[in-house]
């Protein structure tokens, strides 16, 4: 199974604890001395295991696998999963990689995370660890993004979702400042420009203009520009968004 597209770059925290394991079961000795971190023992080093002398750095290919990993468990969440729901994050992955050769490998390992068993909660243990709240932010969006994109968010899908934000740190003010982005019933009311800058339609003018500097700096694409140009193409939709509430608020206030 050829991965070097979607791999490409180097991988830094996915080789340890449970997502190296994802990886090892799903490319198995492709990647085999990859994973191995001693001559004599061919097992991902578990979280314990790791190295003591700092931080592992975060890469792009770290992010693609552990978005690809937490969309299986968003699909799997049901006990079934739907080719309608394939064929959508299909078409999905080809909008995200802009990239026809790292959209289909995204999608061979997709199929192949589906089919394992793993532990939601020690896969989001190993993300809150070693990614920023920025990245987890993008990382969530991308994960709503991707059950939205057929225009229906089923109950499953939200719970799961829910509970990864939830897992990742994520308040539940940013998590309905990203639902805000995707939900019509929340876009259709009439404080989702409010609920957009984390704020209440009392706020004052100095609030608010606080509220959108603060939200703009949280998701500003550069906090995770490193992370390859899907993500950081990702979190620029989000500011947008938050641009355009900001634009919002201020004609139905009147403020200049």
Avoid: C
């Amino acid at each position: 199974m050829k991965l070097s597209t979607l791999i490409g770059g180097g991988i830094g925290f996915a080789l340890f604890g449970p997502i190296g394991a994802i990886i090892g079961a799903i490319i198995g000795s492709a990647i085999g001395n990859m994973l191995a971190q001693d001559d004599d023992d061919n097992e991902p080093i578990s979280q314990e295991e790791q190295p003591r002398g700092g931080r592992v750095k975060t890469t792009p290919a770290d992010v693609r696998l552990s978005i690809l990993i937490l969309i299986a468990a968003v699909l799997k969440a049901d006990g079934h999963v739907r080719k309608v729901e394939l064929d959508k994050v299909k078409v999905y992955l080809r909008q995200l990689y802009k990239n026809e050769q790292e959209a289909q490998e995204a999608l061979l390992f997709l199929r192949d995370a589906i089919k394992q068993d793993f532990h939601l909660d020690q896969v989001l243990a190993q993300i809150r660890v070693y990614t920023n709240y920025s990245t987890r932010l993008t990382i969530v969006q991308i994960l709503l993004d991707v059950a939205y994109s057929d225009g229906y968010f089923e109950r499953t899908e939200q719970n799961t979702i829910s509970y990864i934000a939830n897992y990742l740190g994520i308040t539940q003010a940013d998590y309905t400042s990203l639902l805000s982005m995707f939900v019509p019933t929340e876009r259709s009311k009439p404080d989702w420009a409010y609920k957009a800058l984390e704020i209440s339609p009392d706020a004052t003018e100095d609030e608010i203009k606080k509220a959108y500097r603060r939200m703009a700096m949280k998701h500003h694409p550069d906090k995770v520009a490193t992370l390859g140009e899907e993500m950081k193409r990702k979190a620029n939709e989000k500011f947008q968004e938050i641009h355009k509430a900001y634009e919002y608020i201020k004609q139905e206030r009147g403020i200049k």
